[in-house]
Protein backbone atom coordinates (compact mmCIF):
# COMPACT_ATOMS: atom_id res chain seq x y z
CA UNK A 1 0.00 0.00 0.00
CA UNK A 2 3.09 2.14 0.85
CA UNK A 3 4.45 1.91 -2.27
CA UNK A 4 1.37 2.52 -4.37
CA UNK A 5 0.79 5.68 -2.36
CA UNK A 6 4.24 6.74 -3.53
CA UNK A 7 3.81 6.11 -6.73
CA UNK A 8 0.78 7.29 -7.14
CA UNK A 9 1.79 11.04 -5.41
CA UNK A 10 4.82 10.52 -8.19
CA UNK A 11 2.22 10.16 -10.86
CA UNK A 12 0.32 12.97 -9.56
CA UNK A 13 3.31 15.86 -9.58
CA UNK A 14 4.87 14.35 -12.75
CA UNK A 15 1.05 15.49 -13.99
CA UNK A 16 1.32 18.90 -12.52
CA UNK A 17 4.87 19.44 -13.94
CA UNK A 18 3.47 18.40 -17.27
CA UNK A 19 0.51 21.04 -17.10
CA UNK A 20 2.50 23.74 -15.61
CA UNK A 21 4.85 23.32 -19.13
CA UNK A 22 2.50 23.40 -21.37
CA UNK A 23 0.75 26.30 -19.27
CA UNK A 24 4.47 27.94 -19.75
CA UNK A 25 4.46 26.86 -23.22
CA UNK A 26 0.95 28.79 -24.60
CA UNK A 27 1.62 31.76 -22.22
CA UNK A 28 3.82 34.11 -23.84
CA UNK A 29 6.60 35.90 -21.59
CA UNK A 30 7.41 39.47 -22.30
CA UNK A 31 11.01 39.48 -23.38
CA UNK A 32 12.19 41.88 -20.07
CA UNK A 33 11.08 38.71 -18.01
CA UNK A 34 12.14 36.14 -20.13
CA UNK A 35 15.26 38.20 -19.70
CA UNK A 36 15.53 37.90 -16.37
CA UNK A 37 14.79 34.66 -15.76
CA UNK A 38 17.70 33.73 -18.30
CA UNK A 39 20.06 35.80 -15.86
CA UNK A 40 18.59 34.57 -12.88
CA UNK A 41 19.10 30.85 -14.05
CA UNK A 42 22.74 32.13 -15.49
CA UNK A 43 23.76 33.14 -11.89
CA UNK A 44 22.32 30.20 -9.94
CA UNK A 45 24.32 27.82 -12.64
CA UNK A 46 27.48 29.66 -11.88
CA UNK A 47 26.14 29.07 -8.01
CA UNK A 48 26.13 25.81 -8.65
CA UNK A 49 29.38 25.32 -10.21
CA UNK A 50 30.96 27.43 -7.57
CA UNK A 51 29.73 24.76 -5.32
CA UNK A 52 30.35 21.55 -7.22
CA UNK A 53 34.18 22.92 -7.19
CA UNK A 54 33.61 23.30 -3.52
CA UNK A 55 32.80 19.73 -3.02
CA UNK A 56 35.34 18.64 -5.18
CA UNK A 57 37.73 20.14 -3.20
CA UNK A 58 36.50 18.62 -0.63
CA UNK A 59 36.63 15.39 -1.78
CA UNK A 60 39.99 15.29 -2.66
CA UNK A 61 40.83 16.54 0.91
CA UNK A 62 39.20 13.82 2.05
CA UNK A 63 41.21 10.92 0.24
CA UNK A 64 44.56 12.45 1.20
CA UNK A 65 43.62 12.64 4.86
CA UNK A 66 42.93 8.88 4.06
CA UNK A 67 45.67 8.30 2.48
CA UNK A 68 47.48 9.74 4.85
CA UNK A 69 45.84 8.05 7.83
CA UNK A 70 46.50 5.06 6.34
CA UNK A 71 50.38 5.16 5.55
CA UNK A 72 50.48 6.36 9.12
CA UNK A 73 48.85 3.49 10.72
CA UNK A 74 50.61 1.37 8.20
CA UNK A 75 53.99 2.65 10.16
CA UNK A 76 52.44 2.47 13.64
CA UNK A 77 51.42 -1.15 13.39
CA UNK A 78 54.87 -1.88 11.63
CA UNK A 79 56.77 -0.24 14.84
CA UNK A 80 54.53 -2.24 17.14
CA UNK A 81 55.65 -5.29 14.84
CA UNK A 82 59.49 -4.65 15.77
CA UNK A 83 58.80 -3.71 19.65
CA UNK A 84 56.63 -6.86 20.20
CA UNK A 85 59.49 -9.02 18.60
CA UNK A 86 62.09 -7.13 20.57
CA UNK A 87 60.33 -7.60 23.74
CA UNK A 88 60.05 -11.57 23.03
CA UNK A 89 61.84 -12.52 20.51
CA UNK A 90 62.16 -13.31 16.81
CA UNK A 91 62.48 -16.80 17.43
CA UNK A 92 59.69 -17.21 19.56
CA UNK A 93 57.56 -15.12 17.49
CA UNK A 94 57.98 -17.03 14.22
CA UNK A 95 57.00 -20.03 16.54
CA UNK A 96 53.70 -18.44 17.84
CA UNK A 97 53.05 -17.58 14.11
CA UNK A 98 53.71 -21.26 12.73
CA UNK A 99 51.74 -22.71 15.96
CA UNK A 100 48.67 -20.38 15.31
CA UNK A 101 48.53 -21.54 11.55
CA UNK A 102 48.98 -24.95 11.89
CA UNK A 103 45.61 -25.34 14.69
Do not use: T
Amino acid sequence: MHLFNRIFAFVCDKMLQEEEIEKRKNAEIPPAQMEAEMQELKRENSDMKQYVLALQGEVYGARLAAKYLDKELAGRYDIYLIYVMSRIGVNRWKGNLASSSEG
